[in-house]
């Protein structure tokens, strides 16, 4: 004869942020479990979920998703096997935009999700609203109806291939960096660039914009060391090293003075750089500025690549997961350990550890270990290296953080990052509110954002 009358006791209960909802996590034990009764032990739970307009819905599951962004109150009631029940306490939380992607502007965010829709927050004059440009502190979506799977952003031009492989340009086209024959700015992305062609590759700084098509071709537009042989003005996009096909390609530098250059890499992992090198920011060895690529990589192969506007140095991930950084240097943002002014080779940096992604910003970096840890170096006077002070670091130092990377994106004087549970964590400057967190608090330690 079963006398359990007790009810269940919940031990605890977590909730946890999944893609467009929560995952339920309870522990929970039966009063009475004893083992001369036979109905003894936890027989099944409950979960519901109660929304902002106060409804309030049943799930058999612990794992709910399809839920709008929004707040939500959740609870359970668990059941013994007597029949007795009880119901948790409820917890309050929040479903949040998860990013597949995310890339930091110059006093911007932006990020994609899963469907591609493209989320935009902080400060751009080039992107117009209904209500204006963009200035928020909370990601809004841009572009209701077009889906996207990258985005290159500058201070104030964008580059864009959609889910088909398309390329779409908007902002600022004063030398034609928009790629569509014209000099007009464009505030919404503007037609098809290159009508027919497929994209996989872009890059661009303030007057200058890179793309690599499907095929491997590299194209490059708008003003200063196209890689062309010439320093002219191009409106429509130019093909480069027609003999060689390229997979990766970045620009950096600014077109003022002429102070812009290129860093590629090809189907083979080799590496190639043109453009300005006052700052031995092609690392060739010289201070020689080059109209055309040329290839540096001295038998090291490679598979990633970094540098930025306004930034003079470059950085580049070998097929073993090296680190390598030539360039200026005055600020000790090449991580070599001082703050000598120049490197004019690549260098080794950070020796013993293996790197999967680097991100460079305004005299910065940041980077990503294979083991998902987060780390930074050079100039820190808004808090950027997230290390908890505005002190420069001219070595790679990790960064103490609880959680395990997947991707970043350093911005001017920001940085955003996603963990390996779509988290997304933002630190720096939070002026024009870049970091989406609803506030404009800067902070000097990677915080929490979507959660």
């Known amino acids: ?115 591609g829709r493209l989320f935009g927050w902080g400060m751009a004059n080039t992107i117009e609203l209904e209500n204006g440009y963009l200035n928020t502190n909370k990601p809004i979506q841009l572009f209701e109806g077009m889906e996207f799977k990258e985005l290159a952003p500058s201070d104030d031009q964008y580059l864009a291939i959609d889910k088909e492989d398309n390329l779409w340009a908007w902002g600022r086209n004063t030398y034609g960096e928009l790629g569509n024959g014209s000099s007009q700015n464009a505030v919404f992305p503007i037609q098809k660039i290159q009508e027919g062609m497929k994209f996989k590759e872009i890059a661009v700084i303030q007057g200058l914009s890179k793309g690599i098509d499907q095929e491997g071709n590299l194209f490059s537009w708008g003003a200063c060391y196209l890689g062309d042989g010439t320093n002219k003005t191009a409106k429509l996009p130019l093909k480069i090293q027609e003999s060689t096909k390229f997979r990766k390609i970045k620009v950096g530098g600014l077109i003022n003075n002429y102070w812009n250059h290129s860093v590629a890499i090809d189907e083979n992992g080799d590496l190639w750089t043109w453009g300005n090198n006052s700052f031995c920011e092609l690392g060739n060895g010289t201070m020689q500025n080059s109209k055309v690529p040329v290839k540096i990589s001295q038998g090291i192969k490679f ?68 083991e998902g840890n987060l780390w930074s170096w050079g100039y820190n006077n808004q808090g950027q290296l997230g290390n908890g002070t505005t002190k420069d670091s001219n070595i790679p130092t990790k960064v103490q953080v609880d959680a395990k990377f997947k991707s970043v994106s350093a911005g001017y004087d920001f940085c955003l990052a996603i963990d390996e549970n779509g988290t997304l964590w933002a630190w720096g400057m939070n002026l024009n509110g870049q970091f989406g967190n609803g506030t404009t608090k800067n902070s000097r330690i990677p915080i929490k954002v979507n959660e």
Request: aromatic share 12%; charged share 25%; hydrophobic share 35%.
């Open 1 to 115: 004869m079963n006398i359990d009358k007790l009810q269940p006791i919940v031990t605890s209960l977590n909730i946890i942020n999944i893609d467009s909802g929560f995952a339920i996590e309870v522990e929970a034990n039966d009063a009475d479990a004893t083992e001369e009764y036979a109905q003894s032990g936890i027989d099944y739970i409950e979960y519901y979920i109660t929304d902002a307009n106060k409804k309030t819905t049943q799930y058999a599951t612990k794992e709910i998703t399809g839920l709008p962004i929004g707040s939500y109150q959740v609870y359970v009631v668990v059941y013994d096997k007597a029949g007795n029940s009880v119901q948790s306490e409820t917890i309050e939380k929040k479903v949040a935009i998860r990013f597949d992607k995310i890339f930091a502007g110059k006093y911007a965010g932006f990020g994609l999700d899963k469907e």
């Open 303 to 370: 598979k990633e690549i970094s540098t930025a506007e306004e930034a003079q140095c470059t950085f580049a991930i070998d097929e073993e997961g090296n680190l390598w950084a030539w360039g200026y240097n005055a600020y000790g943002q090449l991580g070599i350990g001082t703050t000598e002014n120049y490197a004019n080779i690549p260098t080794k940096i950070a020796e013993g550890t293996k790197f999967k992604t680097v991100s460079t910003g305004y005299y910065y970096s940041v980077a990503i270990d294979e």
